[in-house]
Structure formats: structure tokens, C-alpha cells
């Protein structure tokens, strides 16, 4: 195996990882989208898109339905929210 195979063959290693990552995060409930991107760098849009290529197309709808109406996915969100039950 030459030089270059092996680096090739690291560096796909390693995205491959990342990519493992990414999804593992993405299907934990308590890991918000902006968790995600600090760690990974990669936006929720990105995320969906990854989800949509690597999941069998029932496993993507089932999540996607699970993420959407999460509060814990968004940090924003789940900081509104607590604001407001905290002004009550």
C-alpha cells in the first residue's frame, strides 16, 4: 500500500467517524442542534441532510417526527420557554 492509499484510506476513516458522530448526537434527545454545531461544525440543515442520506427512509420520517417538536433540539427555544415559566 503506498503513502497516499494510507492517508487516503485515514481521512476517510476519520470522516466516516465524524459522520458516526454527528448521527449518534442527532438521535439523542437531550443534544441540541447547537450543541452539534459546536462540536462538529455542522448547521441543523446540514444535520437533516446527513440524516436523510444515511438513515432507510422510515428511520429518517421517524426521527424527523421525534426532532421537530423537541424543545431540548433547540436551545433557543428551551431557553424561552424556561424564561417564561420562571416570569410565572
Known amino acids: 500500500m503506498t503513502q497516499k492509499t494510507q ?5 476517510k476513516e476519520r ?6 458522530q454527528i448521527i449518534r448526537m442527532a438521535w439523542a434527545d437531550d443534544v ?5 454545531k459546536k462540536e462538529c461544525g455542522t448547521t ?3 444535520v437533516i441532510k446527513i ?14 417526527k421525534r ?12 431557553k424561552l420557554i424556561r424564561q417564561e415559566i420562571e416570569q410565572l
Open 44 to 46: 441543523e440543515a446540514d
Open 32 to 36: 441540541s442542534f447547537e450543541k452539534i
Open 67 to 78: 426532532v421537530s417538536g423537541r424543545l431540548t433540539k433547540h436551545e433557543k427555544r428551551n
Open 7 to 11: 492517508s487516503e484510506d485515514a481521512t
Open 51 to 64: 440524516m436523510r442520506n444515511n438513515l432507510k427512509a422510515n428511520s429518517f420520517k421517524l426521527w424527523r
Open 15 to 20: 470522516a466516516e467517524a465524524i459522520l458516526d
